[in-house]
């Protein structure tokens, strides 16, 4: 008997489950049930050695219980008596059976389904939307088979941006180097330059672990951002910065690295052998390639001559001018232009040459920091790369660079985060430090395939690169009618076209056009059916009161409903599930994963019910199953789970689980023969764990690759280059999409077009919400303040945020629902602590209560969390303030990517109290 | 580097708590000044048994403070280390002896005023061992504690008993010693780096209004010895003045210390700072 | 002899209150009754700043104020240096709270739910009358250290004999064990590192420590 069983009684028992509440997880915890009561939550101490954050779940699991029991829970299905819809109308809800409830929404799907899934404008009739990067994906039983049973769906309506995403990163990340989400390699690293990377609060029990026996082991982090969050305060240095400056700051420390310090401390043949620096650039940018086989050149030291950047043998020159006998060019469309005794460089020189401009001093005069702090950022970081050293790894050597630069997300999103992005990813490369131990890594792909491993992702693919799936933008393939409301495959080629890619295409532009649609753009319609889970657009997005009245606009909503909140206030149907501890769901696990989950094993775990559901609450599973039958899909929705659309396939080399497609299952046969075929897939076919074997255990797992944390030895064994530092691609696709859209009339995305650049150009990006000032015919000098936000690890993505314990323990942070700034500003605006003040933008105003700190940049007012609930229980009685509620939803702010950020001109004042509250 | 430690007012004892210090405070000094009056030649059964009823409020006061009113009686287990047990252990021989004062001969106010003398040191001594509120566990608490209950006692005295030249003289004196014992409670409180709403106490316009009208108190008191009528004026003066000083330790005054590093962690490679409060 | 302390390493914590939401949990701690609860302290100016975050509680100290003030002996202090309330016979004067200097004691005279006046199910499961109008604080997990010792496990080692919000911690900044086994891990945290203690000027002798950095080598 195990000390754990030991521990179990008649009436108590521990029950093995997971957290999956944000994208740091999964991570283990335990469910004290008593007498059929779930009275708290444990970490799994026994999931120590397989869980790199010892098995313990963060604070917000802590909430569950309350999350379980909060009386306000919606507890049958309700359907929507007052068909108008806003904010001010009574919804006017009243309960109906599960069978009224499915039949009703049976009902309307089976009558789009009969009059085709795409409406007249090309777009899907059905759209869904889901919250927090993925995560609910872990809650929503076998849905996703009915989804893929289902056809096409318009994913594109966003939850929410900035804040919760690190949307830049996730398109270059993964383009550049497999890197959904990027993190330093905390483990082995000595020195990690941190812009607004919010590990201590978003980087989840891992993260937190890691960074934590970092520090005690000696690391250095120096955290450059405008406010002294929880990870700065946990850093070795705090630099203040102006918010969207970072690209500056980053460009100076390249500058530094190629004209302050000596070549010899860059990694030279990492940049030569594994980046694009040798490869040669013609004098129109684009680069010199071989007339015969039309591979990028470069200049051979060894023979003097231009070659194939393949040939074997070559010693290529990584810098230099040279003249290039015989060559041509890929131009736009396919054009070729031809070159004879062509001035060329390499790449690595046209960097070097273009980042001659970009002084420490320049960028003072931009981010507010003295030159000689970046000059010691950027030495610390050349210092610290330990150029030549080498570590084994489970037998391999590899090169061993300790130095690491991350980014936070609003660093990530929106203007500026392309730049902010390349400057990171070149940093490793000039010290070899991309993707091997110590250095910047990648985490996990989604736009790739490989989300259990994204090595298998590294193919090869054109020019010495990897294989890169873009959304094609010659003339004949280019989507000039968008497949989906955000545009994903027309606007943005670097999203590609997996899965995930709608979800992460311009995830505001749905929300923007239902307003008004752009000049010579198709006229949307709102879907006729938007069904929403674990996501509150209302709260979570920005300009709060304009997406409120689009959401208003969707004829017929069917949410998944917790609670009454914001945004299924305008539901016509209201369905409860069965909620965190309720309901049972195979997850997969480790491997690596976002954000900073590195794990020596994967697997599998179950999040298992552990009490009966609340009042009428049903597993998904069993609601999907209902609505397959009722709709007619039974057998492709079966199929659908035979193939692996909710786990592993069910039917393997050596196994065969497969599920009769003519009949409904109940969760518990889906959920064994997922469990089943899950195992046996891990072990091929060798053991196999049915559902009763998971309920007792928690998880599975087999030993994964330490190696397999690194993308370098798959780049070098298959002698593969980082498509760093020239975009020579990037420009190409820029110029297409131009002549695409302006062949269509439009020119509204020019802006956007800018960002497709071979090195990019600093462009005033603070000076960018300056002139959205202005362009609304306001004052800048009347909006003196950046307005910006920050998680609390309370509410990750603002799910919990009806929990009365995240509050009552969030108040022991500051900031905690209240306006951070800084104490000498606020003593000259006579402000002191507890005072309600009033922050205005060009858009709204919002309201809270004063935090003076001595630890935030003076230009600067952070407003945490996202709050300002109208509607959700409790949350709407706390009277705090949001900065999603003044933050503009432009086109103007909008990236090339297709992402904005949580940036905002404000003004300040003190006021009398909370006045009314969200209204703008 | 700098800290401004965050502190609080305690809640824990309220206007309730206060009533004991002020009441039982007076009413130990009043049965105190009711001895001396005795021995000056100036008994006073009223004055006895008003001393007794005002301790008798007080612990009532307290009474309806504490959580769990219906086991009072626990209050008397732990006399080896509580200055509050010692306090209501007191209590039955002072109402006994006071009684006993009232009911068969005066002269047992001296008995009384032994166990008065007792009560009172205890009120003092158990503010002063309250160590989580600085304002409180200052070494100047107890002559304080003492003089204010001494000085209420005789200045309700002379209203309760009339006004013999001696207790005057001694009322003046005793308000006199209460104000050096005040100001050197104050030097004390900012030597110890006090709260700084500890030390905002002392500008506050209500206590600077309590400290006039303690002044005047002890001219109002040497007027009478000049022999101006204006003793129980001044005696009343003096005891107000101490229920408000009283009032202000106990409910405003009162902040808790607050939590105070001494070092900043070193975080990573970062060296750590010595931290100073402030 | 065996005394056992608490080491909270402040290089590590950071702030995230997962302890102070565990404890509130497994005790079953009223509305704004924190028995573990963590300090996000501020020091310096603008812009040389620094943040510290302190775990704090009942110091279960030594020469404990609470316990010589009680006047009904329900304030105990055990062998092994965990100090106790008996709830049975507290009156609630609370006097044991103003005498504490770091404000870990609480008293609660009516009892108030996450969601209003009525309990959740599982509020009521921990709900424990007794703990209504009188002082109540941190006990170390006393139940747990009993429970887990009878067990023949070690308290600080064995997450069954460990107090809760150790057992929580994600960044591994808390410990606890015996100080007077050399061989503890707590002993060699406070041999390994330098520490403070809070209020020492106070003389209480507190059983929690604070690294704050590596002791120079030999």
């Given at each position: 008997m195990t000390a754990l069983e030991a521990r179990d009684t008649a009436a108590r028992k521990l029950v093995p489950t997971l957290c999956y509440n944000c994208v740091a997880g999964p991570d283990f915890m335990q469910v004290i049930v008593e007498d059929g009561v779930a009275t708290g939550i444990e970490p799994n101490h026994s999931a120590a050695g397989v869980h790199p954050g010892a098995g313990r779940p963060c604070v917000r699991a802590y909430g569950l219980v309350q999350k379980t029991y909060n009386p306000h829970r919606i507890s049958q299905p309700m359907k929507r008596t007052n068909p108008k819809k806003g904010r001010d109308e009574d919804p006017g809800f009243v309960p109906i059976s599960w069978d009224e409830a499915l039949d009703t929404i049976a009902a309307r799907l089976k009558d789009i389904m009969s009059r085709g899934l795409i409406d007249e404008a090309g777009l899907p009739r059905v759209a869904a939307s889901f919250g927090h990067g993925g995560t609910p994906r872990s809650y929503m039983g076998s849905f996703p088979a009915f989804m893929s049973a289902f056809g096409p769906i318009d994913f594109s309506f966003g939850s929410g941006q900035g804040v919760k995403c690190t949307h830049s990163e996730h398109l270059y990340g993964e383009y550049w180097h497999r890197a959904f989400t990027v993190s330093s390699d905390t483990v082995l690293t000595n020195l990690v330059v941190s812009f607004g990377s919010n590990y201590e609060v978003t980087g989840g029990v891992c993260a937190v672990r890691r960074h934590a026996d970092a520090r005690i082991r000696g690391v250095k982090r120096i955290q450059i951002e405008p406010h002294l969050s929880a990870t700065a305060a946990c850093s070795a240095e705090w630099v203040p910065i102006k918010p969207k400056t970072d690209a500056a700051f980053m460009l100076a420390m390249i500058h530094v690295l190629l004209h302050e310090t000596?070549?010899?401390?860059?990694?030279?043949?990492?940049?030569?052998?594994?980046?694009?620096?040798?490869?040669?650039?013609?004098?129109?940018?684009?680069?010199?390639?071989?007339?015969?086989?039309?591979?990028?050149?470069?200049?051979?030291?060894?023979?003097?001559?231009?070659?194939?950047?393949?040939?074997?043998?070559?010693?290529?020159?990584?810098?230099?001018?040279?003249?290039?006998?015989?060559?041509i060019s890929h131009l736009a469309d396919k054009e070729v232009a031809r070159h004879e005794n062509a001035p060329a460089h390499t790449a690595f020189t046209a960097m070097v040459e273009h980042l001659r401009r970009y002084s420490p001093d320049w960028a003072s005069a931009i981010c507010g920091v003295k030159p000689d702090k970046i000059r010691h950022v950027a030495n610390e970081y050349v210092s610290n790369a330990c150029i030549g050293q080498t570590i084994e790894i489970e037998g391999r050597t590899l090169p061993l660079r300790p130095v690491a630069v991350t980014l936070g997300k609003t660093v990530n999103n929106g203007w500026g985060a392309f730049e902010c992005c390349w400057s990171r990813t070149v940093l490793a490369t000039l010290v070899g430090a991309l993707e091997v131990p110590g250095g910047t890594l990648g985490t996990t792909v989604r736009l790739n395939k490989g989300h259990d491993n994204r090595l298998v992702s590294v193919v090869p693919g054109e020019d010495g690169f990897m294989v890169s799936s873009l959304n094609p933008t010659s003339e004949t393939d280019w989507k000039a009618k968008p497949t989906g409301r955000n545009a994903h495959r027309t606007l943005v080629p670097i999203v590609g076209n997996s899965a995930w890619s709608q979800a992460l295409g311009p995830a505001h532009l749905p929300w923007l056009f239902m307003d008004k649609s752009p000049d010579e753009w198709p006229k949307q319609r709102a879907p006729e059916f938007w069904l929403t889970f674990r996501t509150n657009p209302a709260v979570a997005f920005w300009d709060t009161a304009k997406l409120t009245r689009a959401i208003a606009q969707m004829p017929f909503i069917v949410?998944?409903?917790?609670?009454?909140?914001?945004?299924?206030?305008?539901?016509?149907?209201?369905?409860?599930?069965?909620?965190?501890?309720?309901?049972?769901?195979?997850?997969?696990?480790?491997?690596?994963?976002?954000?900073?989950?590195?794990?020596?094993?994967?697997?599998?775990?179950?999040r298992q019910k552990a009490v009966e559901p609340q009042g009428d609450a049903r597993d998904f599973t069993w609601i999907t199953t209902e609505l397959a039958k009722r709709t007619g899909l039974i057998e492709k929705y079966n199929a659908a789970i035979n193939r692996g659309a909710i786990g592993s396939p069910l039917k393997g080399k050596n196994y065969d689980f497969s599920l009769p497609t003519d009949q409904a299952h109940d969760p518990e046969t889906i959920w064994d023969a997922v469990c089943k075929a899950s195992t046996a897939a891990l072990t091929d076919g060798k053991e196999v764990k049915d559902l009763a074997w998971m309920k007792e255990h928690g998880y599975f797992v087999v030993p994964f690759k330490r190696t397999?944390?690194?993308?370098?030895?798959?780049?070098?064994?298959?002698?593969?280059?980082?498509?760093?530092?020239?975009?020579?691609?990037?420009?190409?696709?820029?110029?297409?999409?131009?002549?695409?859209?302006?062949?269509?009339?439009?020119?509204?995305?020019?802006?956007?077009?800018?960002?497709?650049?071979?090195?990019?150009?600093?462009?005033?990006?603070?000076?960018?919400?300056?002139?959205?000032?202005?362009?609304?015919?306001?004052?800048?000098?009347d909006f003196p303040f950046w307005g910006i936000t920050t998680k609390t690890m309370f509410y990750s993505a603002g799910n919990n945020s009806g929990v009365p314990l995240m509050h009552e323990v969030g108040q022991n942070v500051r900031g905690h629902g209240g306006i951070i700034l800084n104490a000498g500003v606020a003593g000259k605006l006579g402000i002191v602590a507890g005072d309600w003040i009033e922050v205005r933008s060009i858009v709204a105003a919002t309201r809270g209560r004063a935090v003076p700190v001595q630890g935030c940049h003076p230009e600067t007012i952070v407003i945490p969390g996202q709050h300002e609930h109208w509607k959700t229980p409790f949350a709407k009685d706390l009277n705090f303030p949001s900065l999603n509620t003044v933050t503009q939803m432009s086109m103007e702010l909008t990236d090339a990517t297709g992402s904005g950020a949580d940036v905002v001109r404000v003004c300040v004042r003190k006021v009398e109290g909370p006045g009314k509250g969200a209204r703008p | 580097m700098k800290q401004v430690v965050q502190v609080r007012l305690q809640r824990y004892w309220d206007i309730r708590a206060a009533g004991n210090f002020s009441?039982?405070?007076?009413?130990?000094?009043?049965?105190?000044?009711?001895?001396?009056?005795?021995?000056?030649?100036?008994?006073?059964?009223?004055?006895?048994?008003?001393?007794?009823?005002?301790?008798g409020l007080g612990l009532f006061c307290v009474w309806l403070e504490i959580g769990r009113p219906w086991r009072a009686i626990n209050v008397f287990f732990n006399p080896r280390t509580s200055w509050m047990t010692r306090e209501a252990m007191l209590v039955p021989p002072l109402m006994a002896a006071g009684a006993a004062a009232v009911v068969f001969d005066i002269r047992f106010v001296l008995l009384a005023a032994l166990f008065a003398a007792g009560f009172l040191y205890c009120q003092a001594r158990m503010l002063h061992a309250s160590r989580g509120i600085p304002a409180w566990c200052q070494k100047e608490t107890v002559p304080l504690i003492l003089s204010t209950g001494l000085a209420e006692g005789t200045g309700l005295f002379l209203v309760i008993a009339g006004a013999p030249p001696a207790m005057v003289a001694t009322a003046c004196g005793i308000a006199i010693l209460r104000e050096l014992v005040r100001e050197l409670y104050r030097r004390g409180l900012v030597k110890a780096n006090a709260p700084a709403g500890t030390l905002a106490w002392f500008s506050w316009r209500e206590e600077k209004l309590l400290t006039a009208a303690r002044w005047l108190a002890i001219v109002l008191?040497?007027?009478?010895?000049?022999?101006?009528?204006?003793?129980?004026?001044?005696?009343?003066?003096?005891?107000?003045?101490?229920?408000?000083?009283?009032?202000?330790?106990?409910?405003?005054?009162?902040?808790?210390?607050?939590?105070?590093?001494?070092?900043?962690?070193?975080?990573g490679r970062d060296p750590s700072h010595v931290v100073i409060p402030s | 002899m065996t005394r056992y302390v608490m080491v909270a390493d402040l290089r590590?914590?950071?702030?995230?209150?997962?302890?102070?939401?565990?404890?509130?949990?497994a005790n079953g701690t009223p509305i704004g009754v924190q028995w573990r609860r963590v300090l996000d302290i501020e020091v310096g100016e603008f812009p040389d700043v620094k943040r510290v975050y302190v775990p704090t509680g009942c110091q279960h100290c030594e020469d404990?104020?609470?316990?010589?003030?009680?006047?009904?002996?329900?304030?105990?202090?055990?062998?092994?240096?965990?100090?106790?309330?008996?709830?049975?016979?507290?009156?609630?004067?609370?006097?044991?709270?103003?005498?504490?200097?770091?404000?870990?004691?609480?008293?609660?005279?009516?009892?108030?739910?996450?969601?209003?006046?009525?309990?959740?199910?599982?509020?009521?499961?921990?709900?424990?009358?007794?703990?209504?109008?009188?002082?109540?604080?941190?006990?170390?997990?006393?139940?747990?250290?009993?429970?887990?010792?009878?067990?023949?496990?070690?308290?600080?080692?064995?997450?069954?004999a460990t107090p809760v919000c150790v057992n929580t911690c994600i960044s591994g900044a808390l410990a606890f064990g015996d100080i007077d086994d050399p061989d503890s891990n707590v002993s060699k945290l406070l041999a390994e590192n330098k520490w403070f203690r809070m209020h020492e000027e106070v003389g209480t002798a507190p059983g929690f420590y604070y690294l704050w950095d590596k002791e120079a080598p030999l």
């Open positions: 000596p070549r010899t401390s860059l990694d030279i043949p990492y940049l030569r052998d594994r980046t694009s620096s040798p490869y040669l650039v013609g004098p129109n940018g684009y680069y010199l390639r071989d007339p015969q086989s039309g591979k990028p050149l470069v200049w051979d030291e060894k023979a003097g001559r231009a070659v194939p950047h393949d040939t074997p043998g070559i010693v290529p020159a990584l810098e230099g001018h040279f003249t290039v006998s015989e060559a949410a998944i409903a917790y609670t009454f909140d914001e945004t299924n206030h305008m539901a016509d149907i209201l369905l409860p599930d069965a909620s965190d501890l309720e309901s049972t769901q195979l997850v997969p696990i480790g491997g690596t994963k976002f954000v900073e989950q590195f794990w020596e094993h994967t697997g599998v775990a179950l397999d944390w690194y993308l370098y030895p798959s780049l070098a064994d298959q002698n593969l280059r980082f498509e760093l530092p020239y975009q020579e691609r990037l420009m190409r696709v820029g110029e297409e999409l131009g002549r695409r859209l302006h062949a269509q009339g439009i020119h509204w995305w020019d802006e956007q077009l800018s960002e497709y650049q071979p090195l990019p150009e600093w462009h005033d990006v603070p000076g960018r919400w300056v002139k959205a000032v202005v362009a609304a015919g306001k004052k800048p000098e | 009441f039982g405070g007076t009413g130990s000094g009043l049965i105190l000044a009711s001895a001396l009056g005795f021995l000056i030649g100036v008994p006073s059964v009223l004055a006895v048994a008003t001393g007794l009823g005002l301790i008191l040497a007027a009478a010895l000049a022999g101006w009528n204006t003793a129980a004026l001044g005696g009343l003066l003096a005891v107000a003045t101490g229920w408000g000083l009283k009032g202000m330790m106990i409910t405003r005054a009162a902040h808790t210390r607050g939590h105070v590093i001494t070092h900043t962690p070193a975080r | 590590r914590c950071v702030g995230c209150q997962a302890c102070t939401a565990a404890c509130k949990e404990p104020p609470c316990m010589h003030v009680c006047p009904t002996t329900a304030t105990k202090q055990r062998p092994d240096g965990i100090v106790t309330i008996d709830y049975d016979l507290c009156i609630g004067c609370a006097y044991c709270a103003v005498a504490c200097p770091y404000e870990a004691r609480y008293r609660v005279d009516h009892p108030r739910f996450a969601f209003g006046e009525e309990p959740s199910v599982s509020e009521q499961a921990r709900f424990d009358e007794k703990k209504i109008g009188v002082a109540t604080k941190c006990t170390f997990c006393v139940d747990r250290i009993d429970g887990g010792c009878a067990k023949g496990l070690t308290p600080g080692v064995d997450p069954d």
